[in-house]
């Protein structure tokens, strides 16, 4: 089982990234999917999560109407666009995955839920 996080760099304030979460090793037909993120000295936070249909999502206050976290699963890839960055969403992004996860906001803010983690990517935003 794995889950591997990408696209991460340095973008301009106000600039746009897209990442992906490929998975293998299991179907991602059942899984949620969660995009966390840890900026220096500070704790893991939740972001942008979704239910294993993809068709509920849960966005934290701090990324809502900024980031879209989306899925293909024939791809097994689930990505997060991440428009009109901030300084503040500087932190290296992991994405996680839950077993039958169907209520995102539910778990979303409780990382210690998921059940598998990839490696991070990071994301550094300049002003």
């Known amino acids: 089982v794995q889950l591997q996080a990408s696209g991460g760099g340095l973008v301009q304030a106000g600039g746009s990234l897209t990442l992906s979460c490929t998975a293998s090793?299991?179907?991602?037909?059942?899984?949620?999917i969660g995009w966390f993120r840890q900026a220096p000295g500070k704790e893991r936070e939740g972001g942008s999560c979704d239910s294993i249909s993809g068709h509920s999502v849960h966005y934290a206050d701090s990324v809502k109407d900024r980031f879209t976290i989306s899925r293909d699963n024939a791809k097994s890839t689930v990505y997060l666009q991440m428009n009109n960055l901030k300084p503040e969403d500087t932190a290296v992004y992991y994405c996680a995955a839950k077993y039958k996860g169907l209520r995102p906001a539910s778990y979303c803010s409780y990382y210690s839920t998921m059940h598998y983690w990839g490696k991070g990517t990071l994301v550094t935003v300049s002003s």
């Open positions: 090793g299991f179907t991602l037909d059942y899984y949620a």
